[in-house]
Each structure stands twice: as structure tokens, then as C-alpha cells.
């Protein structure tokens, strides 16, 4: 099994340029959530879902967008990229989060 | 929301020292985790707590979920050069939401 693939590993976005950060599972988890990475702010919870078509907001959703059409893949939208989301992203799944997510290797995303 | 207070942030020791962390929080949690993450990775699951005054280990690491239900420690007895990396608890609360928070982390560094 793969676990959870997160593509690409590495990006350098111009400010206001658009992307889709890909994550997917192969474990057949309903739940998935997206953090991101800052130094010395430990994982903030960006979205997250609980199944296919349900997602709901976490922490820091301000600029991204989320959607759920299927249970293996949970792609994270940035609009209008900024200087603000140069960060390490993370995607997690889990089949239930009292047992805790497994999680993807990162997106390095750079904001020029 | 909620917050986890995970201190310290940032340890020195000597190889074949035991190390101890933990986090607080102002809220009552109903499942405590630990993760381990090395530089670019995401972050492991290392122990999972269920209940207050539990007590779980995983090889040389010992966890314990407080018996107030707003703190948790995570002890690594005799440690190794591989044990370094950024260490993070994260909790999730009661209500049935199934956002995880996390701590800011504790970095540690071995010294052979």
C-alpha cells in the first residue's frame, strides 16, 4: 500500500497564481484533513472532511479550497496564492481520527 | 479554540539520557496522541491514549494521559541518535469533533 500521496513535493508559485495541492489514500479512510506547517507553529488544521462530499472548516481555511467527490482524494485549492501560504502542507487520513491520521510526506510551497 | 501547551520547546541531552515532555491544555481531551517527525517527513504516530490515568508504552517510550484529561507526558527512556526529530502531541476534544489540534512540538537533539 502507498498510504498517503501527496503531489508535488516541491513548488514555487508566483503571488496570485492559482494551484491544486493533490492528496491521495489508499486505506479506504473516510476522514481527511489538511494542515499546514509553519516553524515554531506546530500543524494548523487548514480543512478537513469526514466522507465523501461532507468538508468543514479548520483553524486557518482563509485562502484555500477544499472538495471531497471521492473517498481516496482530497485536493486542497489555492485561489490567489501569497506570500502568507509559503509553507510545509500536510495531508492526513485516518479511518477514524480517535485513532489517529497517517499522514503524506509534505508539499514544500514557496510564494514569490 | 483549543490550545496545547507542549513544552519544552526544544531539548539538548547526551546519549543514553531519558527525556520527558508534555503538553497542557485549558480543555478536556478524550484522546491524547504523540507523534515523531524527522526532517522531511510527516509527522508518525508513536502512542495513542484513550483514557484518564493511562499508561501505554512503545519500546523504550512511555506515555501517560493525565487523570485531569488536560495534559498528557511522553517519556523516552535510555535515548539513541535516532530519536531525534520534533516530537508532538496533539488531542482531541469531547463533543465528537473529529479535528485534531497539535502542539507546537519539542525538538530534541541527541548528542552521541
Known amino acids: 500500500n502507498a498510504g498517503v500521496t501527496q503531489t508535488p513535493k516541491f513548488q514555487v508559485l508566483k503571488t496570485g497564481q492559482s494551484m491544486t495541492l493533490q492528496c491521495a489514500q489508499d486505506?479506504?479512510?473516510?476522514?481527511m484533513s489538511w494542515y499546514r506547517q509553519d516553524p515554531g507553529m506546530g500543524l494548523r488544521l487548514i480543512h478537513y472532511?469526514?466522507?465523501?462530499?461532507?468538508?468543514d472548516q479548520g483553524e486557518v481555511p482563509n485562502g484555500y479550497n477544499v472538495s471531497r467527490s471521492t473517498t481516496e482524494d482530497f485536493p486542497l485549492r489555492l485561489l490567489s496564492a501569497a506570500p502568507s501560504q509559503t509553507s510545509v502542507y500536510f495531508c492526513?487520513?485516518?479511518?477514524?481520527?480517535?485513532?489517529?491520521?497517517?499522514f503524506g510526506s509534505g508539499t514544500r510551497l514557496t510564494v514569490v | 479554540g483549543q490550545q496545547l501547551n507542549q513544552s519544552p520547546q526544544s531539548m539538548f541531552i547526551q546519549e543514553g539520557e531519558d527525556v520527558s515532555m508534555n503538553c497542557t491544555s485549558s480543555?478536556?481531551?478524550?484522546?491524547w496522541l504523540w507523534y515523531k517527525q524527522d526532517p522531511g517527513e510527516g509527522p508518525v504516530l508513536l502512542i495513542a491514549?484513550?483514557?484518564?490515568?493511562e499508561l501505554t508504552s512503545n519500546g523504550r517510550l512511555t506515555a501517560q494521559f493525565g487523570i485531569t484529561r488536560k495534559d498528557s507526558f511522553l517519556n523516552i527512556s535510555a535515548s539513541i541518535p535516532s530519536d531525534v526529530g520534533i516530537y508532538f502531541c496533539?488531542?482531541?476534544?469531547?463533543?465528537?469533533?473529529?479535528?485534531?489540534?497539535f502542539g507546537k512540538g519539542t525538538k530534541l537533539t541527541v548528542n552521541p
Open positions: 492526513a487520513s485516518s479511518f477514524s481520527s480517535t485513532y489517529g491520521y497517517t
Open positions: 486505506m479506504n479512510h473516510e476522514y
Open positions: 472532511s469526514v466522507g465523501a462530499g461532507i468538508t
Open positions: 480543555s478536556i481531551f478524550n484522546t
Open positions: 491514549l484513550y483514557k484518564a490515568g
Open positions: 496533539a488531542g482531541r476534544t469531547q463533543g465528537g469533533s473529529e479535528k485534531l489540534v
